[in-house]
């Protein structure tokens, strides 16, 4: 057994105690005498405070006990399951992240090697493995900007309701535009984060998306706003409504589908109902309410499966860009 911690003072030979327990480690007092050249009594006065630490002062909802298991020769740290990440949810989570692309391959890797240290150790080689080739075949998305900090830092200004301003440059454009915002939220989808604001100077009644990784400088101001309870922005809401995080018009759309998965269907816009089943041909008259300009884009991806039956404005402006389309393939 090693005796490089021999001198250890006592509040670091605690934190390493108190590290590998959280880890999974089985500890026996036999094994920490010989590891820190003290007594095993000493060794039992650690656990015990270490005992009261995680019965009284653990900042954890959940249970968390240091217990004496005989099968183990050893002290565990006892959890409630609810309040901790298994290996089963550490790998699916692993494999979320990868899915993702939304972090450079440095701050993925970083990611992924503390959210395995929360494993068991006996299981780290296992969750590496599966994942190790997703892992290696990694490729993040073309902006490669660290957003942690903005993201941290646009948080707390809708925490605390702060104007913000900002310079934005959109896509190929050779100039920034300078906005200053009520910023009400911060999503994810699709490989990017989105800062969701209402812009100030419009009294627009939905609000503008904006791409993080193109906000080339923020100010948090000192300014505070104010948007009344009954109006605030509700990010499940608008998650529900909105495609592609392209915003426009929120509308009641009625379409009928006539595809092979309704599931899919229902799945991607969550706030659809099937409203009628035609019998005679299998196929569905399906109401949604949605924000008009990503739904669009998303209608004409269905091809012949699908086709939008109200608003009479949107079938019509759904009309106007299949023909438009259909010019491109007869030559104008």
């Known amino acids: 057994m090693t005796t490089r911690y ?4 006592k509040g670091l030979r605690l934190l390493n105690i108190f590290e590998r327990l959280n880890q999974g480690a089985v500890i026996s007092k036999e094994e920490e005498e010989e590891r820190f050249g ?30 004496y298991d005989r099968a183990k020769g050893g002290y565990i740290l006892e959890r409630d399951k609810s309040n901790w990440l298994t290996n089963e949810e550490i790998l699916v989570l692993s494999k979320v992240l990868l899915e993702s692309r939304a972090f450079s391959k440095e701050e993925m890797n970083k990611l992924l090697d503390k959210l395995i240290l929360q494993s068991v150790p006996k299981e780290y080689k296992h969750i590496k493995e599966v994942i190790s080739n997703e892992r290696f075949h990694y490729n993040p998305v073309q902006h490669g900007k660290s957003l942690f900090k903005i993201i941290w830092d646009l948080g707390k200004a809708i925490r605390e309701s702060k104007l913000i301003e900002i310079a934005y440059q959109k896509y190929n454009a050779t100039n920034y535009s300078q906005r200053l915002l009520k910023p009400v939220g911060v999503i994810f989808s699709e490989f990017y984060f989105y800062l969701i604001a209402y812009i100030c100077e419009y009294n627009f009644d939905f609000p503008t998306i904006y791409r993080l990784d193109r906000i080339k400088d ?5 300014e505070s706003f104010h948007i009344p309870y009954s109006e605030r922005f509700k990010e499940g809401e608008f998650r529900n409504r909105v495609q592609f995080m392209q915003a426009g018009k929120l509308m009641t759309l009625k379409f009928l589908f006539s595809g092979s998965s309704l599931e899919a269907v229902l ?12 019998e005679d041909d299998d196929s569905y008259i399906i109401e949604a309410e949605v924000y008009g300009k990503g739904i669009k884009m998303w209608l004409l991806s269905q091809a012949q499966y699908i086709e939008v039956l109200e608003p009479d404005y949107f079938r019509e402006e759904m009309e106007e860009t299949i023909t438009q389309m259909l010019d491109n393939y007869r030559g104008g």
Do not use: M, W
């Open 38 to 67: 003290v007594t095993k009594k000493t060794i039992q006065r650690d656990i015990n405070d270490l005992r009261a630490y995680f019965s009284e002062l653990h900042p954890c909802d959940g249970r968390t006990d240091l217990i």
């Open 218 to 222: 923020y100010q948090i101001q000192q």
């Open 6 to 9: 021999h001198s250890l003072a």
């Open 267 to 278: 799945d991607r816009l969550p706030t659809a109902e099937v409203v009628k089943k035609k």
